[in-house]
Each structure stands twice: as structure tokens, then as C-alpha cells.
């Protein structure tokens, strides 16, 4: 894990549609895989980041075809 990622480890948690910078990284990272997962029929839903334990709550959906 690099240390972008990790420097968000120190703050309390964020509901979805949070703005906090630790969020918006994650949630553009998601982004960028999405595309791929969607190919083959699913999808990745940013549920939740918990800055404080560094965890992050994603949502597959639908199923994969591959």
C-alpha cells in the first residue's frame, strides 16, 4: 500500500459521499477498474471508507460472465 493511502489511516470514518480527500482517492481508484468489471457484466459500489482503521467497504454487483 503506498503511502497516499495510507496517510488517511489518522481520521474518523466518512459516509459515502464524503469529502474528504482519503475518500476521493479511493473512490478514483475504484474508477479506474470499474470499466473492466463492468465488461464482463458487474459492477463496484464504494460503500463506505473507515479512515481511522484504513478500511475500505466496497459492493460487487451483478455477476461476472468470464
Known sequence: MNDDV???ADRAPVE???GSEF???VDGALDRV???VQMDGGDVELV?????EGVV???FQGACSG
Open 6 to 8: 495510507k496517510s488517511g
Open 16 to 18: 459515502p459521499g464524503g
Open 23 to 25: 475518500y476521493r482517492k
Open 34 to 36: 470499474r470499466p473492466y
Open 48 to 52: 463506505n471508507v473507515n479512515e481511522e
Open 57 to 59: 467497504f466496497i459492493r
